[in-house]
């Protein structure tokens, strides 16, 4: 029996978990919950699941809900603090981060700390603290089991084979609803277009993200410390069908992929029963219908989200924070469509031109540039 403990539990991800929960309750127990003020879905969550221990970030919320499931053996937490705790719960076995932004830097170091395995949805804690994240985990003995599709796609094709003997990492990519369109075109984009992504069903955030390719350009910088690998040596190809969900070439040009059908649940769940793989219910493969599959280079020039993630990469320290902290600031601006579609870039490239990079940063170093790019960006629109 493993104990979960899950950050983000009513976001897409954390409820694909506890469906996974649901379908293996003889293997899987959650003692822990988290959200950001989601109190109906979460006290649902409480009652069939029976965690020993919640936290709602909002004080307010977290309340309410006091009050709520009052009928019940849980301890309520709120805040950073309530999120740390929970994260260190001494029950916990496995931790998932499914929470989105920097958020889930502190209370993923404090898994750590307390030697959780980490089962990370959350890239922004790669994106900007991977230095201190890789080299913690490394100290506490404890393993990062990457649930984004197309890093769990690269670490199960490095199972079982020497990773000094990699030439490189192909992460895939679907181009989003926008593939094909030139930056005149991006400009008559709307929220309702940037939100249809072909293939997958995610929440607002990431589905933007995806349609600007900057999620993968965030996914380049988290795979960099996942995989101990120079930027050089991490390509993207776009390959429309979400079939192919990364790839690894090998010193003698041997290329190991891992390929299904979109379905998250799957990377879930590898993290969930790793090193084991467990019965999955849900559409398998059919290469008769599927008939071919298509790559294309990316067009960095049209989606320069991309070059952009690699030159702060590249420039490190501070700067992948920048990047990072731009993208969420601009993302939110557009889905309260306060700001244009193409925006959203320039004003991650302003935030970057106006920084000056702290080398080797420290936690605090990590959340004072957010809120200094979030300072600067506000001025800009304001």
């Given at each position: 029996m493993k104990d979960i403990i899950i950050l983000g539990s009513t976001g897409s991800i954390g409820?694909?978990?506890?469906?996974?929960?649901?379908?293996?309750?003889?293997?899987?127990?959650?003692?822990?919950?988290?959200?950001?003020?989601?109190?109906?879905?979460?006290?649902?969550?409480?009652?069939?699941?029976?965690?020993?221990?919640?936290?709602?970030?909002?004080?307010?919320?977290?309340?309410?809900?006091?009050?709520k499931v009052k009928d019940l053996d849980v301890e309520v937490l709120t805040g950073m603090d309530g999120l740390i705790k929970l994260s260190s719960y001494e029950k916990g076995d496995i931790l998932l981060t499914a929470i989105v932004g920097m958020i889930g830097i502190r209370p993923t170091i404090a898994g750590i700390e307390s030697g959780k395995d980490i089962a990370l949805a959350n890239k922004e804690t790669l994106v900007c603290a991977g230095h201190i994240i890789m080299n913690l985990a490394k100290e506490k003995g404890v393993s990062i089991l990457p649930v984004d599709s197309e890093h769990s796609a690269i670490f199960q094709s490095l199972r079982g084979n020497d990773k000094s003997q990699v030439n490189k990492i192909i992460l895939t990519a679907s181009g989003g609803p926008f593939r094909g369109y030139t930056k005149e075109m991006l400009k008559d984009v709307k929220l309702a277009d940037a939100l249809k992504h072909p293939n997958w069903s995610m929440g607002k955030k990431i589905t933007v993200d995806s349609s600007t390719m900057v999620n993968k350009g965030l996914e380049v910088i988290e795979a960099r410390w996942l995989f101990d690998t120079d930027f050089d040596n991490i390509e993207v190809v776009i390959q429309p069908q979400s079939v192919i969900h990364s790839m690894v070439e090998y010193d003698d040009g041997a290329v190991i992929a891992q390929l299904g059908t979109p379905d998250m649940k799957l990377p879930i769940q590898y993290a969930f029963f790793y090193p084991d793989r467990k019965f999955l219910k849900g559409d398998r493969l059919n290469f008769y219908e599927l008939k071919s599959i298509d790559f294309?280079?990316?067009?960095m020039e049209v989606f320069s989200g991309i070059k952009l993630a690699y030159k702060a990469g590249k420039t490190g320290g501070t700067m992948p924070t920048v990047f990072n902290a731009a993208n969420e600031f601009a993302v939110a601006e557009f889905i309260d469509e306060k700001i244009k579609y193409t925006d959203i870039v320039e004003m991650i490239e302003y935030a970057m031109d106006n920084h000056k990079v702290i080398d080797n940063p420290t936690v605090d170093d990590i959340l004072e540039t957010e809120k200094a790019v979030y300072e600067l960006l506000t001025r800009k629109v304001r």
């Open positions: 409820c694909q978990a506890l469906d996974i929960v649901r379908e293996y309750k003889d293997d899987l127990r959650v003692v822990g919950l988290a959200v950001l003020k989601n109190i109906d879905l979460l006290e649902k969550q409480i009652r069939e699941f029976k965690p020993l221990v919640v936290c709602v970030y909002d004080e307010e919320k977290a309340l309410k809900l006091k009050d294309y280079k990316p067009d």
